[in-house]
T-cell receptor, first 111, second 113 residues
Framework: LAKTTQPISMDSYEGQEVNITCSHN???????ITWYQQFPSQGPRFIIQGYKTKVTNEVASLFIPADRKSSTLSLPRVSLSDTAVYYC????????????FGTGTRLTVIP | GAVVSQHPSWVICKSGTSVKIECRSLDFQATTMFWYRQFPKQSLMLMAT?????????EQGVEKDKFLINHASLTLSTLTVTSAHPEDSSFYIC?????????FGPGTRLTVT
């Protein structure tokens, strides 16, 4: 399993765009990059997943450079309810493989 | 779709007693189920992986005789914490996997007094 490195914490004001970068230098050819969001006392919630270039859904965008050794989760116009821990995971896309959760990034949105 | 439930959502038990936590996939059949433990302000740590009808595979450092996992069907896995101690107090999260994705339950807060 490729190890990931993220900033431990970030602060942002409401309405701003937030970019959280994750390093995964040892990513394998078959690995996908997945981001989860976790609120206190809740299970992780899937946000977005990608393999290369850019992926966008209704809540976030994921930017992956050509070498795939890093990725950036972009949250547009954050609100107070986006305060949570965000985890970047790298692994083969299958429901049968265990997921390795790194330290995550604790995002605090300030009014 | 793809909802995973856990029961109970929280439980308080006395030291030395056993507690059972259920994990159910409500609208799909899970080929694999996973159990994680999360201490305050820490990340999720995988405890074990289980497939229906077979013995669970435990991660290094997790006592299989203390944390009993039963995966009786494709929609139900249970984790029993035997002879619980205060240091077992934690947030326990399960996930259920299909061939392509994992879906997480809401977690169970265990407090051992």
């Amino acid at each position: 399993l490729a190890k990931t490195t993220q900033p431990i914490s970030m602060d942002s004001y409401e309405g701003q765009e937030v970019n959280i970068t994750c390093s995964h230098n040892n990513i394998a050819t078959n690995d996908y990059i997945t981001w989860y969001q976790q609120f206190p006392s809740q299970g992780p919630r899937f946000i977005i997943q990608g393999y290369k270039t850019k992926v966008t859904n209704e809540v976030a965008s994921l930017f992956i450079p050509a070498d795939r050794k890093s990725s950036t989760l972009s949250l547009p116009r954050v609100s107070l309810s986006d305060t949570a821990v965000y985890y970047c995971l790298v692994g083969v896309q299958t429901g049968a493989n265990n997921l390795f959760f790194g330290t995550g990034t604790r995002l605090t949105v300030i009014p | 779709g793809a909802v995973v439930s856990q029961h109970p959502s929280w439980v308080i038990c006395k030291s030395g007693t056993s507690v059972k936590i259920e994990c159910r996939s409500l609208d799909f059949q899970a080929t694999t189920m996973f159990w994680y433990r999360q201490f305050p302000k820490q990340s999720l740590m995988l405890m074990a992986t289980s497939n229906e009808g077979s013995k669970a595979t435990y991660e290094q450092g997790v006592e299989k005789d203390k944390f009993l996992i039963n995966h009786a069907s494709l929609t139900l896995s249970t984790l029993t914490v035997t002879s619980a101690h205060p240091e077992d107090s934690s947030f326990y999260i399960c996930s259920a996997g299909t061939n392509y994705e994992q879906y997480f339950g809401p977690g169970t807060r265990l407090t051992v007094t």
